[in-house]
């Protein structure tokens, strides 16, 4: 528990510490990240221009596709903000894994969005903006991608370290610097997250895209296997019936049915998340970027079908971790029970994203712990990368490009890319080091990713089957989407409004798609050429 | 109107279950189809380049325009 000065005490210091993470672990997991550098360095010699960096030369297979997407979304921030919402929602969260499943299933079988996007051999979202509405919408709206995804990567560094550092008991340690440089010990997280963004902004930039697929492929293998064999361990050390029961004893019916509010859930909630489930596959751009690096439009149907497997698990398990971390604390052990829920009115707990991993720590064994946490820093990596890669492309491709009247060539533009890459990580790092939010982390990302996806999914859906949606609509659109930023906490208490980050996701869904039909109807185009017209909005069937 | 207690335990049961072996078959899969899809990818990849080399010597594509 922390005492006044914000300081853990000696007890609690000691029993954060406890796990079974040895030195042969360490040796696995500073051994693995090594793995994804080579990698880097053998697929760069591959890189000749733009398409291979972005898109891998649009030549991905289905297999080769699923592990990728797998690889990207079942990151280490998506196992840590899952876990956490499972140790606060219970069994109750497990809607958000279906609602993911279930979307991007249905997807896969129509095709939605994804499938004239890639018919229409484009490389972004923002370029699709260019051909269907004009240069204009694909500044503005590369701009609020960028500002809105990179915001929502702010938190990802600092809460993929948290995990290292719970796992190996590393806490509320510090590490010496060189007594030469005298300077103050550092502690372990930040020194963890310059460790891991270095290895990531080292690889990235050298491969692109090529490399990225290879990494997400040797970590789809590490990391899916890593997450059975941790489940059923899990299981094992608690006992199947146990856990529901313990569940039903802390939480009541509201840790098993998500339609009570009382559970920090409700039926509003549950049609805000049944609809970040189809953005999650069909609008954010590192899974749109998969579609697009897909060796044909056929093939992408199939992956996403497939892939809706992974985007249940990607969350269900990280869920049953957190559920299991919350009943072997509740129940196991209580020196932790004190530590995360402290009796004393007032005494503020230890961050209960630091429960899942203290729960692996001391249930895993030596070696598998170490393969486990690997996996992780794998999952870490390569979620990284694709984002990395995906804003960075966003900026070079759709904003400065075009604002240099596309006379950028191939070298200038992959070398700028990199440049952006290594601005982001700067960023990153600079973010998880200043950033104090108390909100659960899957409610800032759905906030911060709202900013974005709100506006491009009405741009999506109005440029791909309506065609009477206009480039003004689309401006507006795009603007509307900002009204996102009012499900921040801090906005909210600065404006003085108080509702939940799911209305306000939900209402700003209504005002995008409202500018979209509204600006389109009272400002439509003028008529193109028929020629340029069909250019434009071409059939897939005819691709 | 809420669904009885025991419909939501035994609706997540079968939820989890079910997707956790469905996701360890298509773990397999995966990883074998996975080694010939990157053995397509490289091959793919370097025939494009040949392609794109010889349509430059034959003056049909400038590379320093392509992006």
Excluded at chain 1, 164 to 184: F, K, N, R
Excluded at chain 1, 471 to 496: E, K, M
Aim: glycine content about 10%; overall charge neutral; aromatic content about 12%.
């Amino acid at each position: 528990m922390e005492t006044a000065t914000g300081q853990l005490s000696q007890t609690a210091v000691e029993v954060l510490s406890k796990t079974n993470f040895s030195t042969v672990d360490w040796v696995i997991v500073i051994c693995y990240p090594l793995i994804s550098v080579v990698l880097g360095i053998v697929a760069s010699r591959f890189i000749a221009n733009m398409k291979d960096f972005v898109t891998a030369g649009q030549s991905l297979g289905t297999c080769l596709g699923i592990a990728t997407l797998t690889g990207t979304e079942l990151g280490l921030i998506t196992v840590m903000y899952s876990a956490q919402k499972g140790f606060t929602g219970g069994f109750a969260a497990f809607h958000i894994a279906l609602a993911a499943g279930i979307t991007t299933f249905v997807v896969g079988v129509t095709g939605f969005l994804i499938y004239r996007l890639r018919a229409m051999g484009i490389y972004t979202i923002p370029e699709f903006y260019s051909r269907r509405f004009g240069i204009k919408t694909q500044i503005l709206g590369g701009v609020m991608m960028a500002f809105g995804g990179i915001l929502n990567m702010g938190l990802f560094l600092k809460v993929g370290s948290m995990f290292l550092v719970g796992i190996t008991g590393m806490s509320d340690q510090h590490l010496p610097l060189p007594a030469a440089w005298g300077l103050p010990a550092i502690p372990a997280l930040h020194a963890i997250m310059a460790f891991l963004l270095l290895l990531v902004l080292i690889y990235t930039c050298l491969g692109g895209m090529i490399s990225v697929v290879l990494a997400d492929y040797v970590q789809f293998i590490v990391l899916s296997f890593g997450l059975l064999l941790t489940t059923a361990l899990a299981v094992w050390e608690l006992g199947w019936a146990d856990i529901f029961t313990a569940v039903q004893q802390i939480k009541g019916p509201a840790g098993f049915d998500p339609t009570i509010s009382e559970g920090g859930f409700g039926f509003e909630y549950i049609v805000w998340m049944g609809f970040l489930g189809l953005i999650g596959c069909s609008v954010w751009p590192t899974s749109v970027a998969r579609a697009l690096a897909a060796e044909s439009p056929r093939t992408v149907k199939k992956q996403f079908m497939w892939a809706s497997v992974s985007y249940t698990i990607r969350f269900l398990v990280p869920y049953f971790w957190g559920i299991c971390a919350l009943v072997f604390i509740m129940g196991h052990d209580a020196q932790l029970k004190e530590l995360f829920f402290p009796a004393a009115e007032g005494a503020k707990g230890v961050d209960n994203l630091y429960a899942m991993p203290i729960f692996l720590g001391r249930i895993l064994p030596p070696v598998l712990i170490g393969i486990i946490s690997a996996g992780m820093v794998a999952a870490f990596m390569s979620t990284h990368d694709s984002y990395l890669l995906c804003w960075s492309t966003v900026l070079t491709q759709d904003v400065v490009a075009p604002l240099f009247g596309n006379r950028l060539g191939p070298k200038t533009r992959i070398w700028l890319t990199r440049f952006f890459i290594v601005l982001i990580g700067a960023y990153v790092f600079y973010w998880g080091l200043i950033y104090e939010g108390s909100e659960d982390v899957w409610d800032y990302m759905a906030v911060t990713g709202a900013i974005y996806f709100t506006g491009a999914f009405a741009l999506l859906a109005g440029g791909l089957y309506w065609k009477r949606a206009s480039s003004t609509g689309a401006v507006l659109a795009l603007l509307a989407g900002c009204s996102a930023v009012f499900g921040l906490t801090p906005v909210q208490n600065l404006v003085g409004i108080h509702a939940p980050s799911a209305r306000v996701g939900l209402f700003s869904i209504a005002f995008t798609l409202l500018a979209m039909i509204g600006g389109s109807l009272i400002f439509p185009d003028k008529p193109k050429p028929e020629k340029e017209d069909a250019a434009t909005t071409e059939s897939p069937e005819t691709t | 109107m809420s669904l009885p207690l025991e419909f939501w335990i035994v609706l997540w049961k079968i939820v989890f279950v079910g997707v956790v072996c469905l996701f360890g078959g298509m773990a397999v899969w995966v990883t074998i189809g996975g080694v010939f899809d990157i053995k397509r990818l490289f091959a793919r990849i370097a025939a494009s380049h040949e392609e794109d080399k010889n349509k430059a010597e034959s003056g049909k594509l400038n590379p320093k325009s392509e992006i």
